[in-house]
C-alpha cells in the first residue's frame, strides 16, 4: 500500500489512499525540522481536513524514512540573536501559539488521527508522535524529548501527552534527563502502540487508521473528546456519559448501525 502525493505545499505533502489524508513533513535539507513554514502548512492542512466530511482519518509521518528532526535549530539561533525579552518569549508559548495549535488539532480534533513514525522522532517531533490517537513505530526509530539538554524546558504538550501515555515516573526519567529511547522501550513504556520492520510504518498506519474510520463518525469524536477530558476522576466521567450519550443515541448512525446488524449488512454511516 502505498500513498501518491496529489499536491505539494512548500515543505509538506498531502496526498490520500481513498478517504483518508496522509500528511508528510518534508524538509528533507533538514531531516524534516520543523521550520515555521512547515507548521504552518501543517496547521492549515489540519484545519481544512478537519472539517472536511470526506476526510474520515488522517496519517502523519515524514519523508526519507525519519519523522522529524525537532525543532529548527537555525530559527532558535536567529530567534536567541533577536534578544527577545520574557513577555516575546512567553507569548510565543501562549494557547495561540502554533506548536500548541497544532498538538491541540491532533490531540482533540473530531478525525482520527494515527502517527507513523520511520526513524528518527525527536524533541517537537516527539511530541507530534504523541499526540494523536494511535502511534505506529519502524524497529530503527529512535525517540527523545531532549530540550532540557538545550537549555529549553520541554514544550509542545509533553507534560500532558507524555504522561498521559507511560505514566508520571517514566515521564519524569524520561524529560528530566532527555535520553534517546529506542522503538522497542518505546512500546513497553506505552509511548507507542505498535512496532513494524523498517519502511513498513506507513502502511501499518494506513491500516490502523482504516480501522478508527469504520467507526460511527460522531461516536468517534465525542468518545475522543470525552477520553481527552473525562478520565481524571468518576465524576468527571459519569457527566460526559451523561452529555454525550443522548447525543449519539439519536444519531443516524446509531440508527444504522442497529438496522444493518439486524439486516446482516455492512452499515453505512455519514456522521449524523
Not at 517514566?170 to 518505546?186: H, K, V, W, Y
Request: net charge positive; glycine share 10%.
Amino acid at each position: 500500500m502505498s500513498a501518491q502525493p496529489q499536491s505539494d505545499v512548500m515543505e509538506t505533502q498531502l496526498s490520500w489512499e481513498g478517504d483518508i489524508a496522509v500528511l508528510t513533513i518534508h524538509n528533507p535539507s533538514r531531516r524534516n525540522a520543523l521550520s515555521p513554514p512547515v507548521r504552518e502548512d501543517m496547521m492549515r492542512h489540519l484545519d481544512d481536513l478537519m472539517a472536511n466530511r470526506k476526510c474520515r482519518g488522517i496519517v502523519m509521518t515524514g519523508s526519507g524514512g525519519v519523522y522529524s528532526s525537532g525543532g529548527d535549530v537555525k530559527n532558535m539561533k536567529a530567534r536567541s540573536g533577536r534578544g527577545m525579552d520574557f513577555s516575546e518569549r512567553r507569548l510565543n508559548q501562549s494557547p495561540d501559539a502554533l506548536s500548541h495549535k497544532i498538538v491541540r488539532t491532533l490531540m482533540e480534533g473530531p478525525k482520527p488521527v494515527v502517527q507513523a513514525v520511520e526513524g528518527p522522532a525527536l524533541g517537537a517531533g516527539l511530541a507530534y508522535a504523541l499526540a494523536g490517537d494511535y502511534t505506529v513505530a519502524a524497529s530503527n526509530a529512535k525517540f527523545s524529548g531532549a530540550q532540557v539538554l538545550r537549555g529549553l524546558c520541554p514544550d509542545g504538550g509533553f507534560y500532558y501527552t507524555l504522561t498521559v501515555r507511560c505514566g508520571p515516573g517514566r515521564a519524569r526519567e524520561l524529560l528530566l534527563s532527555g535520553r534517546s529511547f529506542t522503538a522497542q522501550e518505546a512500546e513497553k513504556y506505552g509511548i507507542v502502540h505498535e512496532v513494524v520492520e523498517p519502511g513498513k510504518a506507513l502502511e501499518a498506519g494506513l491500516k490502523a487508521c482504516e480501522r478508527f474510520a469504520a467507526v460511527p463518525p460522531l461516536a468517534f469524536a465525542l468518545t475522543k473528546s470525552a477520553m481527552n477530558h473525562s478520565y481524571h476522576t468518576l465524576e468527571a466521567c459519569f457527566r460526559a456519559e451523561q452529555d454525550y450519550q443522548p447525543v449519539v443515541g439519536l444519531s443516524k448512525d446509531h440508527k444504522e448501525s442497529v438496522a444493518a446488524f439486524l439486516e446482516k449488512r455492512k452499515p453505512v454511516y455519514t456522521g449524523e
